[in-house]
């Protein structure tokens, strides 16, 4: 079964340092998303991004943050200057036109 | 505003009984719902969907009802089993091409052996 890929699994970072990470879509899928959960808390919407472009964002995606897809394959989400309230497991998705998401396994980002 | 409620945090249930998961919107424009099953340290994955021109849709021992005049949905697993036992989410997208989802808090469904 088809599968979306984060990597890496486990991020430590120091607070003010950039953060890279990747997420692998399935291939024919054409919505992409970032997705984040602080322990304990809910699953918060970042980001969706559709024709090489941000489609919608929440409030939380401020101007730290942005979203790549450099190669067609790829998808990244980059924070340039993390704070230690960036601390949270981060989720990439990606969906066809009317299916529910797939979910990567998320990648567990530590600012410490 | 939080669009889509799930108003008990945790769940526990019997081995082979029934599990009755209950999810609250209030945005009348979601026309679209989905309930994502997730278990520690992995991603949520889709479990199942329901378009609002239905009120039921089954599969497996997974069924989902819609009570749109209540802003009312629910997940039904019947039978339950341990490896149920994970934090199930509701969510509705804003429009069918499955564009940004709200997401409820989630219910910790526990199956008791």
């Known amino acids: 079964e088809p599968e979306v890929t984060q990597t890496p699994s486990h991020q430590v970072t120091q607070m003010g340092q950039e953060v890279i990470l990747r997420c692998v879509p399935i291939?024919?899928?054409?919505?992409f998303y970032w997705y984040r959960q602080i322990l304990g808390q809910k699953v918060e919407f970042l980001v969706s991004?559709?024709?090489?472009?941000?489609?919608?964002k929440s409030e939380i995606f401020d101007d730290q943050f942005s979203v790549e897809r450099p190669d067609g394959s790829n998808f990244t989400l980059k924070i340039r200057s993390t704070k230690l309230e960036d601390s949270a497991m981060y989720f990439c998705?990606?969906?066809?036109?009317?299916?529910?998401?797939?979910f990567g396994s998320g990648t567990r980002l530590t600012v410490v | 505003d939080q669009q889509v409620k799930q108003n008990s945090p945790s769940l526990s249930v019997q081995e082979g009984r029934i599990s009755i998961l209950n999810c609250d919107y209030t945005n009348s424009m979601f026309d679209y719902f989905l309930w994502y099953k997730k278990y520690p340290a992995e991603g949520p994955t889709f479990l199942i969907s329901i378009s609002s021109i239905k009120d039921k849709n089954e599969d497996g021992r997974f069924t989902v009802f819609l009570n749109k005049s209540a802003k009312h949905l629910s997940l039904h697993i019947v039978p339950s089993q341990p490896g149920d036992s994970a934090v199930y989410f509701c969510a509705a997208p804003l429009n069918t091409n499955a564009g940004k989802s709200t997401f409820g808090d989630g219910t910790t469904l526990t199956v008791k052996p």
């Open positions: 291939s024919n899928h054409l919505y």
């Open positions: 998705a990606s969906s066809d036109i009317v299916g529910g998401y797939t």
């Open positions: 991004f559709y024709n090489n472009e941000i489609s919608e």
